[in-house]
């Protein structure tokens, strides 16, 4: 019954397409959600697979292959080649869109993404074999009505590569994330397992996949898949910018003005208000994962106090596994809300230290 609904949905479009397929010898693959025209097979190249015409430069005399555009040599188009295709009607298919935008260059790859029902789901992909294609696309077919007061919207893709996945459970361990990706998705490139900023106590991770179409794919398979990797709450996006330079920020050189090892920090006047707690021991607690240190113990001690509210303390941090505790001084300003005077001066001293072992490590 499920079938017969799903036949039955938009029957005249989907009718005409299977007649264009065979009036024209279009071969369309549909795998994960997506229908794909053009393009080779995951991880072959069209001279690896031989899909060249007779007489090009390679010498091969091999029949073109349905696979790759015909005449086909090499791998993929470089960055630049591929536009986004969005607000298309649902009901519409391949035997038109094809065509219109091979109009303006010559297509490596078209890709229209499928609802369970057989509609579209309002977006696709084309990949020009050149950026001046993909240039043509543009100046031609933004706000192209395709169909009366129905224009659509054609854009450069952004081609993420990178997701993050969220709700990770606590167990799970890096070497057992790798595999899982490994087995039930394709072209994962480097797997990054951090302390969530979010929620305590779970684990996130940065997947960086070798093509947009693969991390796309890997998105689809790890959401629907209901792949839970051992968390109850697991959530995949695309990552974003704001999130990765934040979960960078350690990695950063630190000025030298900041390292003093095993020398006491003097502050000789009040210092500028100091960055959130809570955010300074996520980044902490990352670095010290990542190499293999324990878990930072901090000392804080008030030395002294202003009457305009300002307060000095002296501060140490002791890493197990790391050779030497960091000291220092630092001023803190009263306050009757947010953060306590201690917990700024231990946000200032994991600050420290946090600058001392990204020098070192």
Known sequence: LLQAWTNGINEASKMALLA??????????????????GGPPPGMSGEQLGCVGPGSAAGLTTAPCPCV??????????????????????????????????????????????????????????????????????????????????SIVVCWSTQKHELIVSGLDVSVSQQGLEAMLQMVTEGILSVTLHASPCQRPAKLAVLKYNSHRAAALAKKTLMEGNRRLGGAGMRVDWLDPQLKQKLQLWEEKPSSSWVHRGKNLAVSRPAAPPPLLQDVLEILEILCWKHRLRTPLFITKRVQAKANGWQQFWYQVVVPGYHVPVSGFTWVLQDRQ??????????VAALHILRVLGESL
């Open 338 to 347: 947010g953060q306590s005077e201690h917990e700024k001066a231990k946000a």
């Open 20 to 37: 264009w397929e065979r009036e024209t010898g279009t071969e369309l693959v549909q795998i994960n959600g997506q229908r794909r025209y």
């Open 69 to 150: 555009p015909a005449g086909w040599v090499g791998g993929p188009p470089p960055a630049g080649t591929e536009v986004y295709i969005a607000r298309l009607p649902q009901d519409i298919y391949e035997n038109t869109l094809i065509p219109l935008f091979e109009s303006v260059g010559k297509l490596y790859e078209f890709r229209l993404m499928m609802t369970f029902s057989g509609l579209n789901r309002g977006f696709a992909y084309a990949m020009y074999a050149s950026p001046q294609g993909a240039r043509n696309a543009i100046a031609t077919f933004h706000r192209f009505q395709v169909r009366q007061g129905c």
